[in-house]
Structures are given as structure tokens and as C-alpha cells.
């Protein structure tokens, strides 16, 4: 990062505490659990692969069974007509990515007993530069039908190497401890599925049991998960708990308690290790921090999209406009990997025409209560830091427009646009100059990696004409091997990187505690790398019949349960429903 932008203060902004409509779990209740875990911890360590297997199965049929009621939760949750096509998106963040996440598990679990170690769907390779290259999507044929023309990748750190490879894998399996140890994991309330999946990744890629807080946010999900998670709970390896701060903090401080992991803000992972305040601020100079436990997370990115000129027709930028604004809109814009910055060549001729796509796709977006506690504020620093920006739908108290701020300054680097993930209905623009398509990806990359904070997600959207020049073929290949971001998307909004599974989940590798940024760790990772660096997700530039995950895809709401079925248990029989379903979209 730049002198400049290393002095501004960057990162999320605090977020107002939810009202709690769940009784919080005492502290006695709490003690009660960390005992039971602690008491059960090596008994799950040393419990053999076939018996979680086993648990696996009965965890997919738990969660098949209980789909329905998790995605009319969360939708409730969210303000969302259950039978609304909005109401997909909680299908498909929800049990659909929660069954293929136990599937690949299931997978994995088993070809580690057969073979010792994940089997990967082709051969790694190492690149140019030496970092090894794994393949992880397609990982079958199931994945060939329904994500026709969709690859993706995992690079290892550079210290893996392709003869020393099949040592980074399935650590926690290859060493098998004895002693087992109990790890809290704070769950978000944006995405349903994020604490029962980081859940799933401390018991069976790390092996430890959890006590999973919920978030007062979505709380009313717990229910739920504690149905779905019960025969884990019943051999006391699961613990579910409900509160706010308070609790969080009482449990990240109990000396049951060995790991920590956290989907959230960087100012709440800086409360954990350093502590608040002064005191708090006076540790995290010093280096002396309050909590000494090893502490996982996953904590937000103000996400940028590469736009790469190229000969686009008019029905290429209005599909690429609602490519931009769905990966805006989804889930009300309470995403840490949400577009907030989108990078364009500022000699580019169809710069502005992209621009008013953009506009014509948030114009037609359907509102969404701004359910995240404190948006409206979030949303008020930016419109006063530009109030030229645009902006689309209801306005006025309790509601949050859709926001497009168009042609921010590249060389402002305090610009709050860059420097703060708004964390509601809010994107911007900014245009970089350049003589050459070549130079400017070159730019563009630059920006994105030393201006932009956070280092979670990206996207590179680039036509495929583009690409028969070699100039820009190699220009972008650079890139994606340049970009500092966990995970990496070409054509497509990086969220895909989180449903696939198979990829990781995570900040770029190497955040100090006392500049933690994205975080540290990744979770899914179903092929369980120990030094993954990257995931690489590439797809066509334009998709047909119509992506799921786009904001005017007309029949969500009923592809979401049947691909929950075929992602639980994928078959012709599964199959067909589901195709059909997605060609009425």
C-alpha cells in the first residue's frame, strides 16, 4: 500500500448491535457447554473416519428435511414474501450451498481413508512463476453438466511445491491428534449459511468441536441449525448459543475456549485480540495483545470489478449492467464481497454507456429493507461525501435506495468509497488513464491492490474478443496471478468463489493481527489445503439460460429448493426438475 493510504484510516465502519429477540444464553448455560465440549474434545479427535462419514449422512438428510424451514427463516429474517424470487437468494445461500458443502466433505472424507489425501479432479501443475496450481471445479461430471464452460482453481503458497504437495493436504487427518480442542465460532447475520459452514470446517477439516455463537442478527436461525446439528450435539461435540457482545466476549475470554473463528468486522476481530478503547489501542501499538488464541477470520473487503475494454455490443453491456448490479443488490447489498468499486479505462468508449446499464439495472432492482442495523447511517457518510451520487428506489426513514456514485477521483486516495466497506446499498466507479488496454489492466491491478482496502474478492470482466489479442490475453493472466485478493473472479461476481465449495474462502495470506485487513484462514476448501493462497474462478462472459445469482432471474424462488435436492444428492432424477426450472429464468 501507498504511504498516503497507509496513514488514512481504512476498514469497516462499527456496526450498531442488533436487538435480541432470543433470550441470551447465561453464563452459566455457556459454562455448562464449554464443559461438555471440553469433556468430548478428544473423543471427536480420535473418532474414526467412517463414523463421521456416517454423521455427514445424517447431517445432509437433517438439513434436506429442515430446508424449507432455514430458507423461510432467513427470508423472514430479511424482510423477503417468501414466494417472492428474491426469496432465492436464501435457497441459494443457504441449504443449497450448506448440502454441497457436506456432499464434498462426504467426498473427501472417504478417498482420505482409501487413499490417504483428497483426490483432486486433475493433475496440479506449477506455474511460470513456481506457485502449484490445482484444479478444484468441475470435481465431476454433475459440475460439468450444470456449470457448462466454469473452471476454477486453488494456488498454493509458495513454499508448496508439486512433489511436496500431497503434505499440505488434510493436515488435521494426516497427523491425527489425540487431543482434540474446543473452538468458538462467532456466526454473521448476513448469510444464513456462514456459521453452520464454519461450523462444519472447525469439526471436520480441523477437527475440533465448536460452540457456535449466533448472531443477534439472524438468531432466529438458530433453532434451525440447533435441529440440524442435534446428533453432533446428542455426543456433545456441537454447543449453539444466543447473545450479543457481551457473550462473544465471556466466551472469546473462557479458558475453555483454545480457537476462535469470526465472520465479521475488523473493528470486532480488534476488540477480541487487542481489546476496546485506549487500553485496547495502546496493545495493538505495542504488539501485547489482550487474547492470545489463535484467531481465524474472514472479515470484509471493499470489493473491486476490472472492467477490461473490449468490442461490446449493446446487448453485452446491458447483461454486464445486471452482472454489476446483482452482485450489488444480492442480499440487500450486506455482503462483504459486494461490488463497491468498479475499475474502468477512462479512454474507454463505452465507459458511460456501461455506466447507465448499470443505472437501468439498479432502476429495475427490487428494493430491500435495510435489515443490517445502522445502514441508513452507513448510507448517509456516503451520500455526504458525494451527493452527486445516484440514486434508485424508495427513499426517506427505514429505507435505503439503491447508490451509484459514477466517476470518483483514482488519484483521491481518502475517498471513503476506497477506504470503507459501506456495508449497505452502495457502489461507485472510477476510471484510471492509460495508453494502452495493456497499460491500464496493468493500473487497474495496481489500484486494486495498493489503494482499495481489504484483499478478500475481486473480479476481471473481459470479452472474449479481447482476449484473441495475446498483448491482452497475457495482460489479464498477469493480472490474475498480480491481484493480492483470496479469491479471484474472471467474468463473474467473486461470490462464486464461497458457493463453489471446492475453492477457498478467505483473505489473501500474510495480515499481521495488528493489521489483520480480510483476515486470516480460509474455510470450504472441501480438498483441505493447508497453504492455499488463491482461488482462481473463471467463466464465460455471458451465461445462458440466465445465472441463478442475477437479481432478475424470475424463478429463483423455486430453482433454490431443487437445487438444494441436487446438490444433497445429485441424479438424473434430481437433475432434470432443476434444468428445467432454470430454463424459465
Same mark, same amino acid.
Not at 304 to 320: L, R
Not at 561 to 574: E, I
Given at each position: 500500500m501507498s504511504k498516503s493510504a497507509a496513514s488514512l484510516p481504512i476498514g469497516s465502519v462499527a456496526i450498531p448491535e442488533a436487538r435480541q429477540n432470543i433470550p441470551a444464553t447465561s453464563r452459566e448455560a455457556m459454562d455448562k457447554a464449554v464443559e461438555t465440549l471440553r469433556g468430548r474434545k478428544d473423543a471427536w479427535a480420535t473418532l474414526s473416519i467412517a463414523e463421521r462419514v456416517t454423521l455427514l449422512d445424517v447431517l445432509m438428510e437433517r438439513t434436506l428435511a429442515e430446508a424449507q424451514r432455514w430458507a423461510r427463516a432467513g427470508a423472514d429474517a430479511k424482510g423477503i414474501p417468501f414466494h417472492s424470487p428474491t426469496a432465492g437468494e436464501e435457497w441459494l445461500a443457504g441449504p443449497a450451498v450448506m448440502t454441497r458443502n457436506i456432499r464434498l466433505l462426504k467426498r473427501s472424507l472417504q478417498e482420505i481413508a482409501r487413499f490417504g489425501s483428497p483426490q483432486l479432479p486433475a493433475q496440479p501443475f506449477a506455474r511460470v512463476d513456481g506457485r502449484v496450481v490445482a484444479t478444484v471445479f468441475p470435481t465431476d461430471?454433475?459440475?460439468?453438466?450444470?456449470?457448462?464452460?466454469?473452471?476454477?482453481?486453488?494456488?498454493?503458497?509458495?513454499? %508448496?511445491t508439486l512433489a511436496n504437495l500431497p503434505d499440505h493436504m488434510a493436515e488435521f487427518y494426516r497427523t491425527r491428534p489425540t487431543i482434540g480442542k474446543v473452538a468458538l465460532v462467532l456466526g454473521a447475520g448476513n448469510v444464513s449459511s456462514i456459521g453452520p459452514m464454519d461450523a462444519l470446517y472447525k469439526l471436520f477439516v480441523e477437527g475440533q468441536v465448536v460452540i457456535l455463537k449466533m448472531n443477534p442478527v439472524n438468531e432466529n436461525l438458530g433453532p434451525v441449525f440447533a435441529d440440524?446439528?442435534?446428533?453432533?450435539?446428542?455426543?456433545?461435540?456441537?454447543?449453539?448459543?444466543?447473545?450479543?457482545a457481551a457473550e462473544g466476549d465471556y466466551l472469546c475470554n473462557h479458558p475453555g475456549v483454545e480457537e476462535i473463528h469470526i465472520t465479521g468486522s475488523d473493528k470486532t476481530y480488534d476488540a477480541i485480540v487487542w481489546g476496546l478503547g485506549a487500553e485496547g489501542a495502546r496493545r495493538k501499538q505495542e504488539?501485547?495483545?489482550?487474547?492470545?488464541?489463535?484467531?481465524?477470520?474472514?472479515?470484509?473487503n471493499v470489493s473491486?470489478?476490472?472492467?477490461?475494454?473490449?468490442?461490446?455490443?449493446?446487448?453485452?453491456?446491458?447483461?454486464?449492467g445486471v452482472n454489476l448490479a446483482s452482485s450489488l443488490t444480492n442480499n440487500a447489498g450486506f455482503n462483504c464481497n459486494a461490488t463497491r468499486v468498479i475499475i474502468q479505462h477512462a479512454?474507454?468508449?463505452?465507459?458511460?454507456?456501461?455506466?447507465?446499464?448499470?443505472?437501468?439495472?439498479?432502476?429495475?432492482?427490487?428494493?430491500? %429493507?435495510?435489515?443490517?442495523?445502522?445502514?441508513?447511517?452507513?448510507?448517509?457518510?456516503?451520500?455526504?461525501?458525494?451527493?452527486?451520487?445516484?440514486?434508485?428506489?424508495p427513499d426517506g426513514a427505514g429505507?435505503?435506495?439503491?447508490?451509484?456514485?459514477?466517476?470518483?477521483?483514482?488519484?483521491d486516495a481518502g475517498d471513503i468509497c476506497f477506504n470503507t466497506e459501506a456495508w449497505c446499498g452502495v457502489t461507485s466507479e472510477t476510471a484510471l488513464e492509460a495508453g494502452s488496454v495493456v497499460e491500464y489492466i496493468e493500473r487497474a491491478v495496481d489500484f486494486a491492490n495498493d489503494r482499495l482496502w481489504g484483499t478478500l474478492s475481486c473480479s476481471i470482466i473481459v470479452h472474449p474478443k479481447s482476449l484473441e489479442d495475446p498483448a491482452i490475453a497475457n495482460a489479464v493472466e498477469k493480472a490474475i496471478a498480480d491481484l493480492r485478493f483470496g479469491s479471484v473472479a474472471v467474468n463473474h461476481w467473486a461470490a462464486l468463489a464461497y458457493a463453489f465449495v471446492s475453492t477457498t474462502w478467505g483473505a489473501y495470506p500474510g495480515h499481521p493481527p495488528e493489521d489483520i485487513r480480510s483476515g486470516s484462514g480460509v474455510v470450504h476448501n472441501s480438498y483441505l489445503f493447508d497453504k492455499p493462497q488463491k482461488s482462481v474462478v473463471r467463466g464465460p462472459f455471458i451465461v445462458k439460460p440466465r445465472p441463478a445469482w442475477f437479481n432478475d432471474?424470475?424463478?429463483?424462488?423455486?430453482?433454490?429448493?431443487?437445487?438444494?435436492?441436487?446438490?444433497?444428492?445429485?441424479?438424473?432424477?434430481?437433475?432434470?426438475?432443476?434444468?428445467?426450472?432454470?430454463?424459465?429464468g
Open positions: 461430471n454433475w459440475d460439468k453438466l450444470t456449470f457448462t464452460g466454469f473452471s476454477a482453481e486453488v494456488w498454493m503458497q509458495p513454499e %508448496v440440524i446439528f442435534q446428533p453432533l450435539a446428542d455426543r456433545g461435540f456441537f454447543r449453539l448459543v444466543y447473545g450479543g504488539r501485547t495483545p489482550r487474547n492470545t488464541r489463535r484467531v481465524s477470520s474472514e472479515l470484509g473491486p470489478i476490472i472492467v477490461v475494454p473490449g468490442p461490446w455490443s449493446q446487448s453485452d453491456i446491458e447483461y454486464q479512454s474507454w468508449s463505452q465507459r458511460n454507456a456501461l455506466n447507465e446499464a448499470l443505472g437501468r439495472a439498479l432502476d429495475r432492482a427490487e428494493p430491500r %429493507v435495510p435489515y443490517y442495523p445502522g445502514a441508513e447511517e452507513r448510507h448517509d457518510r456516503f451520500l455526504a461525501a458525494h451527493p452527486e451520487a445516484r440514486q434508485f428506489g429505507k435505503v435506495p439503491w447508490t451509484f456514485i459514477p466517476g470518483v477521483p483514482s488519484d432471474h424470475k424463478t429463483t424462488q423455486k430453482l433454490g429448493p431443487l437445487l438444494t435436492r441436487f446438490n444433497g444428492k445429485p441424479s438424473v432424477r434430481t437433475l432434470l426438475p432443476m434444468l428445467n426450472q432454470a430454463l424459465r
